[in-house]
């Protein structure tokens, strides 16, 4: 049986009817087998009891993902298809992801600092830090910050599709490996404990299963199945903050950033992955707009921000590139097409503001 947990403020309320409630703990205070904490810090907890077992949402950090392919350890480089392995970074122990324009995408938990991408050791801007909202008060277990310097590459595509559902995603994160199989629970389940001396960058693949909301954060999960994917992928300890990628029309897009995992029904051993288990990624699509505003320049932003009707590079001739951070020109649109369309618009438009004035 799956419990899934639903925003009700500070309480999570499982669709079974059972509640959950957040509690801040730290790793070395809870002895209970039930309980993976995902960090040596203080983590904020999701549980309840469901009618068969106990249902436990981690919000701490996720761990590089476990994967069932093989002995594990494989993937630990770009697929072939490559969705944005170098965008993933390391961000302490955790994950981050690099948006480009010299900024950074992370769960909050993991919170802000400097951050390895590709090798190199990007330095945190102070103060930097923006927590992402859904608009009505209620903030995200994620963040945007700025790096400087920042690698000179190519904006990051973010999903604004908002339903994604069963479609196949590439989850990249830095987090613990796979260790012995295990067999847990009954009926049985299989799975793996993690392996706790190993820590490093790899990718998986899954389905997106369901969209919920998770200690107020707007989510999608995937389900870690036994007859899945060929790298069916489960996040472990250090994988929050690192990406979860959907390919849309030829394009991969940054989808969500992985914060928290979920063990319904049975007690399982710690420190383990099994079968049935399921990853919170934070839904990107729900804060997309919003994101966007903060990182992107106005050459870049969506946004016809100098009134011309032309919006972005390369369609706006007044952007020099997608790094342009002033869409902004001479009033006369060039005489390509798209500015001639624009200039008789904008004179219907003015045409009928003088109108309106001598009226008044």
């Known amino acids: 049986m799956r419990c899934r947990p639903e ?33 040596s810090r203080a983590r904020s907890v999701l549980y309840g009891l469901a009618s068969f077992g106990v249902c436990l949402a981690l919000a701490g950090s996720a761990g590089a993902v476990i994967i069932d392919s093989g002995d594990g350890t494989g993937n630990t480089s770009a697929p072939a298809d490559d969705p944005g392995w170098k965008y993933v970074g390391a961000r302490w122990a955790s994950g981050a992801v690099y948006l480009g324009n010299g900024w950074v995408v992370t769960a909050n938990h993991v919170g802000p600092g400097d951050v390895n991408l590709d090798g190199v050791s990007y330095p945190y801007v102070p ?35 908002p339903d994604i559902s069963g479609e196949p995603v590439i989850m ?15 009926p049985t389940k299989n799975g793996y404990l993690w392996l706790l001396t190993s820590q490093t960058m790899r990718w998986g693949e899954n389905l997106v299963d369901a969209y919920e909301n998770v200690d107020d954060t707007d989510a ?5 199945d036994q007859s899945g ?6 996040a472990a300890l250090g994988d929050s903050g690192g990406g979860v990628f959907v390919k849309n029309g030829g394009q991969w897009e940054l989808a969500g950033v992985m914060f928290a995992t979920l063990e319904p029904g049975c007690v399982q051993p710690p420190d383990s992955a099994f079968h049935g288990n399921l990853t919170y990624a934070s839904d990107l699509a ?21 009134g011309d009707l032309l919006v972005d590079y390369p369609d706006d001739p007044d952007c020099t590139d997608e790094f342009d951070d002033q869409e902004k020109g001479p009033l006369v649109p060039s005489a390509s097409p798209g500015g001639l369309a624009a200039l ?8 009928g503001l003088e109108r309106r004035r001598r009226l008044r």
């Open 7 to 39: 925003k009700t403020g500070a309480v999570a309320t499982f669709s079974n009817g059972q509640r959950a409630r957040r509690l801040s703990l730290r790793r070395e205070s809870w002895h209970s087998p039930r309980v993976r904490l995902h960090s």
């Open 127 to 161: 103060d930097s830090k923006i927590r992402i909202d859904d608009g009505m008060g209620n903030l995200a277990d994620l963040i945007v910050f700025q790096i400087d310097p920042a690698p000179a590459w190519a904006l990051l595509p973010i999903n604004g599709e």
């Open 172 to 186: 990249i994160g830095r987090g613990k490996g796979r260790g012995a199989s295990q067999t847990a629970c009954h």
């Open 220 to 224: 999608f999960s995937t389900l870690f």
């Open 229 to 234: 994917l060929t790298h069916e992928a489960q």
């Open 286 to 306: 729900a804060y997309r707009e919003q994101i966007i505003s903060i990182v992107r320049p106005e050459c870049a932003d969506e946004i016809d921000n100098d």
């Open 344 to 351: 008789a618009a904008l004179l219907l438009t003015s045409g």
